[in-house]
């Protein structure tokens, strides 16, 4: 048992990755993405919510195998939480903002993968709350998905103002 936890908590070994291992564990979300995207809204919606849920949960579990009494920080090995980050900020990017994956899928992706790290590694203000309020499995997790959510709340806003200031300048 202990093996499928640690493979599901490290993004199937991608949390292993020396130096990146969130960067890494972010890259797992988008072949799940690709292939969520096509269901509906609300069906999209209800499956990130369980899989918050299910990563909060193997969170709880993983957390043991790989925690170190001398750090106060999430194990970098348990990377499940970036995985349903980022699919919080793409299904934002493509739910809310009515993004049709037939029509640029890969800008999509760039956008939502490059907010996404951006809001994980500066944690700012909500961010940063969520993860020192929380413990545990929820606090590794929730961190992630309110970067997630933001980082989808500035790609919308992105989207709207970067055709705006490009007319400016063409």
Sequence with gaps: MSFLIRI???GFGTGYTPYISGTAGTLV???IF???SRLNGGLYLLITVGLTLFAIWISNLALPLY???QKKTDPKQIVIDEVVGFLWTAGILRYAAFWDPKEGLLSLLIISFGLFRLFDVTKPGPVGWAERKFS???GIVMDDVVAGILAGVAGILFCILYPLLLSLFV
């Design 67 to 69: 925690t170190d009494p």
């Design 136 to 138: 545990k499995g929820l």
């Design 34 to 36: 690709y292939f969520l």
């Design 29 to 31: 979300g988008i072949p």
């Design 8 to 10: 599901l908590a490290t």
